[in-house]
């Protein structure tokens, strides 16, 4: 099963960038999804096909792949920007064909 | 605009049953796959179930043989039934869009939680 490793927690003051990042094998072959989720609230799509942002999500999201590890970086960040950050590949060899990581809690100090 | 609606969640006994509603509006629902996607207290997201446009279904197997996806498109409408629930099984259950070539959810619905408990 496909596996994808998010540190637990990432804190920034306002104004900096935040690097939340998301590992797994090889995970540069794969496309990367990010979702954001804010305290009782459903995800929402942040960033697609690794480096995508669906309209209506700030150009101050990006996010890039390479070899075993992908990146979601927040420039300028801002205290609404707090919230839990969820990676995501499809991969047919997973009993989940569905793997999100595990959750990063942004703080922003 | 995108809606999904859950409903049907509520509090079950272990071994119990429970059908998971899901209404959707705005879009072209006959056209999408769909899936839930499923949120124990204080943990991460977990994919439970799929269904696409054809009606073919997928699970994980710590579902499958219990929980059936399916859905009625004349009615705009995703079901899950859960049988057998386990106390693991307590969680808020997401009804979510397939797109992103199906490798991903754009559209989110808000959640509806089942507790599984005697």
């Known amino acids: 099963s496909y596996v994808l490793t998010q540190p637990p927690s990432v804190s920034v003051a306002p104004g900096k960038t935040a690097r939340i990042t998301c590992g797994g094998n090889n995970i540069g072959s794969k496309s990367v999804h990010w979702y954001q989720q804010k305290p009782g609230q459903a995800p929402v799509l942040v960033i697609y096909y690794d480096s995508d942002r669906p309209s209506g999500i700030p150009e101050r999201f990006s996010g890039s792949n390479s070899g075993n590890t992908a990146t979601l970086t927040i420039s300028r960040v801002e205290a609404g920007d707090e919230a839990d950050y969820y990676c995501q590949v499809w991969d047919s060899s997973s009993d989940h064909y569905w793997v999100f990581g595990g959750g990063t809690k942004l703080t922003v100090l | 605009e995108v809606q999904l609606v859950e409903s049907g969640g509520g509090l079950v006994q272990p071994g119990g049953s429970l059908r998971l509603s899901c209404a959707a509006s705005g879009f072209t629902f006959s056209s999408y796959d769909m899936h839930w996607v499923r949120q124990a207290t204080g943990k991460g997201l977990e994919w439970v179930s799929a269904i696409g446009t054809a009606g073919d279904t997928y699970y994980p197997g710590s579902v499958k043989g219990r929980f059936t996806i399916s859905r009625e498109n004349a009615k705009n409408s995703l079901y899950l039934q859960m049988n057998s629930l386990r106390a693991g099984d307590t969680a808020v259950y997401y009804c979510?869009?397939?797109?992103?070539?199906?490798?991903?959810?754009?559209?989110w619905g808000q959640g509806t939680l089942v507790t599984v408990s005697s």
């Open positions: 979510a869009r397939g797109a992103i070539a199906a490798q991903g959810f754009d559209y």
